[in-house]
């Protein structure tokens, strides 16, 4: 099975920061990889699908990338309503395999 | 609009079984490959098991840790998921999600203890 590592599993940052998280695959996957963001008490709502496509309603802010084995999330300017849990998730033909979660604290 | 409503929740002791249902509405289950998520107070999420959509013959696959306990089914009829849990133990106790990957329900909590 494919293993997702994310990282890193928590970071504080400020409002207006540019934030970085990644996550890598233990071995190439296609584009079947899609971001995350939970609050707490609140279910999962999805940012990003096919590693790039900006879900509807969601700030342009907000952007993935990467291919093979190495996928990002980048949050342009932290704003306060971001500060939550993240989440990268693969999924394929049999499976979905989520990444570990990154918290995003205020700094 | 899209509502994935998950219910059947509750207490149950070690051992013991329960069902849980994702009604939907908006939204055709047949159509969707549909999965459920849970997620320990704390902790990330994890992936159980999934229903292909009709199309797809609606086979099921299992993540190893539920595979020989829990089971996911769909009634068209009533535009239903289930997850059906047996031989529950006291690590099963999270919330419970639906989801297709772009829909998700509310969550449902299960608690398993003596």
């Known amino acids: 099975d494919i293993q997702m590592t994310q990282s890193p599993s928590s970071l504080s940052a400020s409002v207006g920061d540019r934030v970085t998280i990644t996550c890598r695959a233990s071995?190439?996957?296609?584009?079947?990889l899609g971001w995350y963001q939970q609050k707490p008490g609140k279910a999962p709502q999805r940012l990003i699908y096919a590693v790039s496509s900006l879900q509807s309603g969601v700030p342009s802010r907000f952007s993935g990338s990467g291919s093979g084995t190495e996928f990002t999330l980048t949050i342009s300017s932290l704003q306060p309503e971001d500060f939550a849990t993240y989440y990268c998730l693969h999924h394929n033909y049999y499976l979905w395999t989520f990444g570990q979660g990154t918290k995003v604290e205020i700094k | 609009e899209v509502q994935l409503v998950e219910s059947g929740g509750g207490l149950v002791k070690p051992g013991g079984s329960l069902r849980l249902s994702c009604a939907a509405s908006g939204f055709t289950l047949s159509n969707a490959w549909m999965s459920w998520v849970r997620q320990v107070p704390g902790k990330g999420l994890e992936w159980l098991g999934r229903i292909k959509s009709k199309t797809n013959g609606g086979a099921t696959d299992y993540a190893a840790p539920v595979k020989d306990r829990f089971t996911v089914s769909r009634d068209d009829s009533k535009n239903t998921l289930y997850l059906q849990m047996s031989s529950l133990k006291t690590e099963d106790t999270a919330v419970y999600y639906c989801?297709?990957?772009?829909?998700w329900g509310q969550g449902t909590q299960v608690t398993v203890s003596s």
């Open positions: 989801s297709d990957g772009g829909y």
């Open positions: 071995q190439a996957i296609r584009n079947d």
